[in-house]
């Protein structure tokens, strides 16, 4: 069982930057892909950013692609997204995901992630 708990989320106002934070349990955290997804109210959960086991391998969605930065530091089991030049339409619930079976490259699909935190909230105002 992996638990992830992410942390960071916060009201900010456009054009500002926030660093979310996923803690995971788990001894084997170096071995997992890990995602960002983010669902807005009334709309469904969409990817945000992956990064493979190692770190070296990124995806970004186009909307965020240039200004966020997800990354992992395997000693702490944690893994980040680092969000600059925030907008209002980057509101949303954010999420981490961890997928557990050892895939060696990044992770794109939702139904691909076994594991997910209970995510945390990021309001940007205009």
């Known amino acids: 069982q992996v638990q992830l708990v992410e942390s960071g989320g916060g009201l900010v106002q456009a054009g500002g930057s926030l660093r979310l934070s996923c803690a995971a349990s788990?001894?084997?955290?170096?071995?997992?892909?890990m995602g960002w997804f983010r669902q807005a109210p009334g709309k469904e959960r969409e990817f945000v950013a992956a990064i493979n086991w190692s770190g070296i391998t990124r995806h970004y969605a186009d909307s965020v692609k240039g200004r966020f930065t997800i990354s992992r530091d395997n000693g702490k089991n944690t893994v980040y997204l680092q969000m600059n030049s925030l907008k209002p339409e980057d509101t949303a619930v954010y999420y981490c995901?961890?997928?557990?079976?050892?895939?060696?490259?990044?992770?794109?699909?939702?139904?691909?992630?076994?594991?997910w935190g209970q995510g945390t909230q990021v309001t940007v105002s205009s």
């Open positions: 995901a961890a997928d557990t079976s050892g895939k060696r490259g990044v992770v794109l699909a939702r139904n691909e992630y076994d594991y």
């Open positions: 788990g001894r084997t955290f170096r071995n997992y892909a």
